[in-house]
């Protein structure tokens, strides 16, 4: 089961070994948006777009664009109101939005994927908990009566030890008398 998951979609082998049973019937649907370079591409474009790393460089770029546009030093191609500055954010705002839709569609998918197989797992341990349960109950019955027929054992090696005991002694007395 190992090595078909070698071969499956990276979503598969995120998962724990026992919970992939469940997956594979599943291995057959592809993203919403495909798993091609594009989807791929732009979901990672979109996970950094929320990167403290990403928001401190944009902030450094910003204040340089002022910094360089604002007080004329060597470069001066936006002047104040900063149009340049405006339509790159607009431009980037047109793309940076459908790109994390389009991340949280291929993310919610997955987790919907996950759930279900995580679900059967629940279902699958609930009903081999129940199993176990009826086996347990099944060999508490078993032991009940084994230890009921070794009790009615045990009272008949007493009545016949104590039969053989009177036995005994009355042959022991007949003996005793001849």
Known sequence: MVEQLKAAPERLLQV??????????????????????????AE???????TPKYIALQTGVVILWIIFNGYSLLIHFDPFPFILLNLCFSTQAAYAAPLILLAQTRQAERDKVLAEADAKHREALAKASLDRQGIAEKQNEQTQKLLEQNTVLTQETKKLAERIDTLTAALHAQICKS
């Open 44 to 50: 990672r474009m979109a996970r950094c777009f929320g």
């Open 16 to 41: 724990p070994e026992d919970a992939i049973r469940f997956l594979l019937p599943h291995r057959h649907l592809t993203a919403t948006f495909g798993d091609d370079r594009f989807g791929q591409l």
